[in-house]
T-cell receptor, first 111, second 113 residues
């Protein structure tokens, strides 16, 4: 079974700080990587996708990918209380169709 | 924007009932997926479909079947509901060619009593 590992948290950061969320994966053949945000009782919402090594920035979010280390991370700058949610890391499976999800990291941004 | 809708937000069924969960997407996506999400277990893939009338088993297909007669609609069927199928069911869709990004519907919270 190919694994996607995340620290469950909760990760607590003060408002305005940088939140750093990490994910490791076991399948070296994975090519596509995603971060989803999930509020309590809601469905996952796609916030970032990354396909090549390096950084990808979108507003306050930066995704970082290192395929050699099998590591992907999400940085949230200027964290807001509205960022409090569970963040799911997802990686494509061998088939290329479905995603393998981590169990998520709970983020709490305190005012 | 991608729109994925699911037939019910909340559903309560009795043990042994046949249950149909419907999912519709409006983006002409080739691929559609059914997941269930449980506390401590995360999201697990039940079935997916890469084209009309085509389906593949995911990690936990036992007790479920699926139907995809039209491109926009993907149904999950619980042949005889059991209490261990109480869960949040999430449908997702993805373009088969443009990108690998999956978009989720709002989910159906199913309770089997």
């Amino acid at each position: 079974q190919k694994e996607v590992e995340q620290n469950s948290g909760p990760l607590s950061v003060p408002e305005g700080a940088i939140a750093s969320l990490n994910c490791t994966y076991s399948d070296r053949g994975s090519q596509s990587f995603f971060w989803y945000r999930q509020y309590s009782g809601k469905s996952p919402e796609l916030i970032m996708s990354i396909y090549s090594n390096g950084d990808k920035e979108d507003g306050r979010f930066t995704a970082q990918l290192n395929k050699a280390s099998q590591y992907v991370s999400l940085l949230i700058r200027d964290s807001q209380p509205s960022d409090s949610a569970t963040y799911l890391c997802a990686v494509t499976m061998n088939s290329g169709y479905a995603l393998n999800f981590g169990k998520g990291t709970s983020l709490l941004v305190t005012p | 924007d991608v729109k994925v809708t699911q037939s019910s937000r909340y559903l309560v069924k009795r043990t042994g009932e046949k249950v149909f969960l419907e999912c519709v997407q409006d983006m002409d996506h080739e691929n559609m997926f059914w997941y269930r999400q449980d506390p401590g277990l995360g999201l697990r893939l039940i079935y997916f479909s890469y084209d009309v009338k085509m389906k593949e088993k995911g990690d936990i297909p036992e007790g479920y079947s699926v139907s995809r007669e039209k491109k926009e609609r993907f149904s999950l069927i619980l042949e005889s509901a059991s209490t261990n199928q109480t869960s949040m069911y999430l449908c997702a869709s993805r373009s088969g060619t443009a990108s690998y990004e999956q978009y989720f519907g709002p989910g159906t919270r199913l309770t089997v009593t």
